[in-house]
C-alpha cells in the first residue's frame, strides 16, 4: 500500500453499495414487525392536529339548524332576546367564545410557492473516468483501494454527468476554506437567485432563513453569508443547521413550518446544500472512501409562505411533516460518523451496521405517518392484523399497507442504489414510481439533502403533476435520523413554464441502468 500500513478488516465490507448478499446487509422488511407504540404515535399526531377539527362539526349542525328558521322565528327570537340582557350577553359571549377558540387552534397553512436547484457549469462534470484519473493522480490511494472505488462507482447507480467543485478536480487538489467558501456562494446564491427570479419576492420580504449545510460550518455562518449577500433586513429570523446529514433539508422545512405557525404573513427562505471541497477524503480507510464515491455538488432553494394570497400562485401545500430520531441508540448514532483515521486524515465513516438502522428508523417513521396519511380502508385492515398478531397472537398474514393509495409521487433520498432498492421492494414500488429517484442518483449523484428537490423536480420536467397529487418525500441520515413531509399538489405543473435543471435534457430520461450484483470486499 501507498502509506505502508495494513488495511482495517472491520471496514472491508461496509459500504451500502458493495455488501455481499446477506440478509443483515439489507434492510429489513419494516412493514411485517410493526410496534404498536409508533401506532399509537401515528394517531396521537391526528388527533394533535386535527384537535380543531372538531369544531367544524359543531358549526355545521348549528349552520343546519338556522336553516330551517323562517323569518317569523327570527322576529321571535329577537322579541325574546330584546328584554333579556343575560341571554343575549351569554349567547353572544358563547359565539365569540367558539370563534376564537377555533381560529385560535386553526393551525396556519404553509405554502410551497416554488423551488430552484443548482446545476452546476458543464466544466464542473465528472466522469468515472476522469474521477478515477484523479484519483489515481493524487498519490495517497493505495492500488489496491483505487480498484475498491472503481468497483463501487460501476455499481453506484451513478452517471457519467455527475459534478464535482473546482478544487477537488484540479491536479493537485485544491482543499481549502476559500476554495470551500466559493463552492458554497456558486451553490447558493446560483439556487437562490433563480429562485427569486421565479416568485418575483424580494429579498427584503424574506422574514425566515433557515439553511442546512451538515459538513461545512465556517465562522460567519452560511446564513450569515446569504444575509450579506442579498442584505436581507436587519430582524430577520436566521437559522443555520449543521452536522445533520443528508435528513436535513425536511429539518430545515418542518423547523420553517413551525416558525410561520406564528409568524403572519412571513416569508421563509429554506437554503438545503452540501459542501464537498473540504469534506473529501485522501486516506485509505474503506469505510471512508464511499463518500468520495457517491457525494457530489449540488443544492436547492425552497421559498414557503403562509399569507392566504399566495394561495393561487404557489404550487404545493405543506400537509405532514414526521420526524424520527434514533439517536438514543448508541449503534445507530455511531453507524454513520466522521472521524479521524489512523493517519490523521479526516473522513465520514459508514458502519456495517448501516442498513439495518436505516430500515429501523424508516420502519418508525412510516408507521408513524401511517395513521396520517392511509385511507381509513388501509388503516382498519392494517390495525385488525396488527392487533391480531401482536395482542391475540393469532397466526395470520400481516397485512401490508399499499402507500400507493395514499400518494401518487415518491422522492426518496437518492442517498445509494442499494437504499433503493430495498425501499422498492419493501414498499411495493413499481419502476415508475422509483425512477425520479433513481434519474436524480444517476444525473446528479448524492447531492445529500438536496436531492428530494432534484427528484421533485424530475416529476415536474415529466408533466406528471396534476392538481390535487400528493408527494411524499422521505430521507434519512447521520443521527440517525428519519424524516418524512407529504405535500398536496395545488395546480397541475405545466414543464412548458417551468426553468429547472432537468429541462433541457429531460428527453433523454429515464435511462436504462443495469443491475448488477453486489460485491463482496473483504
Wanted: with cysteine; net charge positive.
Amino acid at each position: 500500500m501507498a502509506d505502508g500500513r495494513k488495511e482495517n478488516p472491520e471496514t472491508e465490507t461496509v459500504s451500502v453499495e458493495t455488501l455481499p448478499e446477506r440478509s443483515k446487509n439489507k434492510l429489513p422488511n419494516f412493514l411485517l414487525s410493526v410496534r404498536l407504540k409508533y401506532v399509537k404515535l401515528g394517531y396521537h399526531y391526528v388527533i394533535s392536529n386535527a384537535m380543531y377539527l372538531l369544531l367544524v362539526p359543531l358549526l355545521g349542525i348549528a349552520s343546519a339548524h338556522l336553516s330551517t328558521l323562517t323569518v317569523e322565528d327570527f322576529v321571535q327570537l329577537w322579541q325574546n332576546l330584546k328584554f333579556n340582557l343575560v341571554s343575549v350577553t351569554v349567547c353572544s359571549s358563547l359565539i365569540v367564545f367558539l370563534a376564537t377558540l377555533y381560529f385560535m387552534s386553526r393551525p396556519r397553512k404553509v405554502y410551497l410557492v416554488n423551488f430552484a436547484c443548482y446545476k452546476p457549469e458543464t466544466e464542473r462534470i465528472c466522469t468515472r473516468e476522469i474521477f478515477m484519473q484523479r484519483s489515481g493522480l493524487i498519490g495517497t490511494f493505495s492500488e489496491q483501494n483505487l480498484a475498491f472505488q472503481k468497483r463501487i462507482l460501476e455499481r453506484s447507480g451513478l452517471g457519467q454527468k455527475t459534478y464535482l467543485p473546482e478544487a477537488i478536480l484540479r491536479v493537485p487538489p485544491n482543499p481549502c476554506m476559500d476554495e470551500a467558501r466559493k463552492e458554497a456562494e456558486l451553490v447558493m446564491f446560483g439556487a437562490i437567485d433563480e429562485l427569486l427570479a421565479k416568485t418575483g419576492v424580494k429579498a427584503k420580504d424574506i422574514g425566515i432563513l433557515v439553511v442546512n449545510c451538515s459538513l461545512f460550518n465556517p465562522t460567519p455562518s452560511l446564513s450569515a453569508m446569504i444575509v450579506n449577500h442579498y442584505k436581507l433586513r436587519g430582524n430577520i429570523l436566521s437559522y443555520n443547521l449543521g452536522g445533520m446529514g443528508c435528513s436535513a433539508g425536511l429539518i430545515s422545512i418542518d423547523l420553517a413550518k413551525q416558525l410561520l405557525q406564528v409568524h403572519p404573513n412571513s416569508y421563509a427562505l429554506v437554503m438545503s446544500m452540501e459542501n464537498i471541497t473540504l469534506n473529501w477524503y485522501f486516506g485509505n480507510d474503506r469505510s471512508m472512501l464511499v463518500s468520495n464515491c457517491l457525494f457530489r455538488m449540488g443544492g436547492a432553494a425552497i421559498l414557503l409562505s403562509n399569507r392566504s394570497s399566495d394561495r393561487r400562485r404557489s404550487k404545493y401545500q405543506l400537509i405532514h411533516t414526521v420526524r424520527t430520531h434514533k439517536g438514543a441508540d448508541d449503534k445507530c448514532y455511531n453507524c454513520v460518523l466522521q472521524r479521524e483515521d489512523d493517519t490523521k486524515r479526516i473522513g465520514v465513516s459508514l458502519s456495517k451496521d448501516l442498513m439495518a438502522v436505516a430500515g429501523e428508523a424508516l420502519k418508525t417513521n412510516i408507521t408513524t405517518l401511517g395513521p396520517l396519511v392511509l385511507p381509513m380502508s388501509e388503516q382498519l385492515l392494517f390495525f385488525a392484523t396488527l392487533v391480531g398478531r401482536k395482542i391475540l397472537k393469532m397466526k395470520i398474514k400481516p397485512y401490508i399497507p399499499d402507500f400507493k393509495l395514499a400518494f401518487e409521487h415518491f422522492c426518496i433520498h437518492a442517498g445509494g442504489r442499494a437504499v433503493l432498492d430495498e425501499l422498492e421492494k419493501n414498499l411495493e414500488l413499481t419502476d415508475w414510481h422509483m425512477e425520479p429517484s433513481r434519474m436524480t442518483l444517476y444525473r446528479f449523484g448524492n447531492t445529500s439533502s438536496s436531492s428530494l428537490w432534484y427528484e421533485l423536480a424530475y416529476s415536474e420536467a415529466k408533466g406528471r403533476i396534476r392538481k390535487g397529487d400528493r408527494t411524499w418525500q422521505i430521507a434519512f441520515g447521520s443521527g440517525f435520523k428519519c424524516n418524512s413531509a407529504v405535500w398536496r399538489a395545488l395546480k397541475t405543473v405545466d414543464p412548458a413554464k417551468e426553468k429547472n435543471p432537468w429541462m433541457n435534457e429531460i428527453h433523454e430520461f429515464p435511462v436504462h441502468v443495469p443491475k448488477v450484483a453486489s460485491i463482496n470486499v473483504s
